[in-house]
Structures are given as structure tokens and as C-alpha cells.
């Protein structure tokens, strides 16, 4: 958990380069849906970020809209 929260403020910085260093960056740690093979993570972490992009942030729905079907049409 420690290099996610690492790998967190690093990416915090480059997307709001004003935000306060020592401000905390909220982090909710979930299960995401997984690709079946070695290659498709990319595309699962584009859907993915599609998904929370279009619906605000909401996980409620994550496993329907990011599917292997749905990922393979991109």
C-alpha cells in the first residue's frame, strides 16, 4: 500500500500541479476488473478510467461497463 500512495502523490503532482504538498490525496482502494492475459492491462486501466471519468467517480457499476467483451471492442 505504501508504493500506491507513493505512485498516488506522484501522479497528483503532474494532475494538479497547485495542490498543496501537504494536503492528503484521497485514495479508495477497490477491486477492479482484470484482464485474462499478459498484455490487455493498459487497455483495462483506460476503460476503467473512462468509466469513473463518464459517471463521476462512481464504482457501483465498474464490473458491468468494463467487461472482456467491452475491453477486446476498443
Do not use: R
Amino acid at each position: 500500500l505504501g508504493a500506491a500512495k507513493k505512485t498516488v502523490a506522484i501522479i497528483a503532482k503532474i494532475l494538479f500541479p497547485n495542490h498543496n504538498k501537504n494536503d492528503e490525496v484521497d485514495m479508495e482502494i477497490c477491486e477492479t476488473p482484470q484482464q485474462k492475459n499478459g498484455y490487455d492491462c493498459g487497455v483495462y486501466a483506460c476503460a476503467i478510467s473512462e468509466h469513473l471519468s463518464k459517471s463521476g467517480g462512481d464504482l457501483k457499476d465498474l464490473h458491468k461497463s468494463v467487461t472482456q467483451t467491452y475491453v477486446t471492442s476498443l
